[in-house]
């Protein structure tokens, strides 16, 4: 798997290095296995890539039709996702698949057991995915739904 942050680093002259991670196309998810497949290799690139003391990682998803949506997993059983407002089109879609009210800002916090149905969900949407680290994720904002 190759992946992309969003901003690039630069060398010790100061150019810009080439980036980090870099965006693989999307390849649409059809089943609940495509689905956990994925979640393996995810998890895999994950512990390869990313150091002991790195914080905010995860992946954005880049939609096709516009806006990302950070997508992380966090200790406590929850799925954290940081819906770009670009990509506010995508919430009913969200509230959907994980049944609950869309949260008055862009940080949705869903149940774990939620993953599966909404990558599968928001699978023909996307056009890439891209590891990150450094993402916010909206720490000290997260409200359980």
């Not at 002259?13 to 999307?26: K, L």
């Amino acid at each position: 798997m190759q992946h992309i942050t969003e901003q690039d680093s630069t060398d010790d002259d100061g150019s810009a290095a080439r980036p980090r991670f870099r965006p693989v196309p999307w390849t649409a998810l059809e089943s609940p296995a495509d689905a956990e497949l994925w979640v393996e290799e995810h998890n895999l690139a994950l512990k390869e890539h990313v150091g002991p003391n790195e914080t905010g990682y995860g992946v954005r998803f880049t939609l096709a039709e516009g806006g990302d949506i950070y997508m992380q997993t966090s200790a406590d059983g929850a799925i954290v996702l940081d819906v770009t407002a670009d990509a506010a089109w995508v919430a009913p879609l969200i509230v959907a698949v994980a049944q609950v009210e869309a949260p008055p800002g862009s940080l949705w916090v869903l149940a774990d057991d939620k993953l599966i149905q909404l990558l599968i969900g928001l699978s023909s949407l996307i056009a890439a995915s891209t590891l990150v680290v450094g993402h916010p994720f909206g720490r000290g904002q997260r409200r359980h739904y």
